[in-house]
């Protein structure tokens, strides 16, 4: 069994930052991929990847403004968010991968202001 944990949400002003971490714990090899986030009413999506070499891939609207990175000995994800927009507003989960199988945790609130 995986556990998953997102943490780091709340709620800001447009133009201010967060940082967003998620920690992932139990048996075997896991692996964090990356963020995802779901607005009312709208399905889930993508946010930013990284892959096992580092290497990372953003979607079109954070570009320039969200940094994912990682620690994988700890199997802890970060995600810093600059330059928030109300666009933003979304419960963000970070997906978790564990044999195949995939984890999720509950999600952390981001909420901008305008």
């Known amino acids: 069994q995986v556990h998953v944990v997102e943490s780091g949400g709340g709620l800001v002003q447009a133009g201010r930052s967060l940082r967003l971490s998620c920690g992932a714990s139990?048996?075997?090899?896991?692996?964090?991929r990356g963020w995802y986030r779901q607005a009312p009413g709208k399905q889930r999506e993508l946010v930013a990847l990284?892959?096992?070499?580092?290497?990372?891939n953003y979607a079109d609207s954070v570009k320039g403004r969200f940094t994912v990175s990682r620690e994988s000995a700890r199997n802890t994800l970060y995600l810093q968010m600059n330059n928030l927009k109300p666009e933003d507003t979304a419960v963000y989960y970070c997906?978790?991968?564990?044999?195949?199988?995939?984890?999720w945790g509950q999600g952390t609130q981001v909420t901008v202001s305008s």
């Open positions: 997906r978790v991968t564990k044999a195949g199988n995939e984890y």
């Open positions: 139990g048996s075997g090899s896991i692996t964090v």
């Open positions: 990284i892959t096992s070499g580092g290497s990372t």
